[in-house]
């Protein structure tokens, strides 16, 4: 349960997010299911995102993953949400009929424009998750704060 560091940061940013297929569809089944897997821990990799746990249900999916401070929570999920509905489009032609509504027009970082479809739904949730509660912050606040402190009554 210690601390993650950076170069010139030490961290505890953990999070518990869940996003889910279009329509709630039950699709994160048999091969989709270990390719999406494989595609989020890819994402991860790449980003220094650390999964502390996490669970795919034929609906949904659920990680408790650590974030370093660099990168923000809606960068992530829009990265692994993203990749992982192309590519699982291209590699699965099933899905690929299943989702034939709602095509959109969009542009890729390097600028490419192409036709996509959405295979996850458009939001998603996210918590977090820390060794201290508000309270003990309130408290410690309580106890340090000066005139020139970020109080609303100084």
Known sequence: MGCSKGCHTTFHHRYHIVWAPKYRY????????????????QVCEELGVTII????????VHMFV???PH????????????????K????FEHI???????????QRFWG???????????????????????DIIMGYLDRHIRKDGFSPSA
């Open 53 to 60: 746990n996490g669970a795919l249900s034929r609906d949904h």
């Open 71 to 86: 990168i923000s929570v809606s960068d992530f999920v829009r990265r692994a949400k993203g990749r992982s509905s192309r």
């Open 96 to 106: 690929r009929k299943r989702y034939w509504g709602q095509r959109f027009w969009g």
């Open 66 to 68: 650590e974030i370093p």
């Open 26 to 41: 039950k699709v994160l089944i048999g091969d989709v299911r270990l390719r999406v897997r494989e595609i989020i821990r």
């Open 88 to 91: 699982i489009q291209q590699e």
């Open 112 to 134: 490419q424009r192409f036709w996509g479809q959405r295979f996850w739904g458009r939001g998603y949730f996210s918590t977090t998750a820390g060794n201290i509660t508000e």
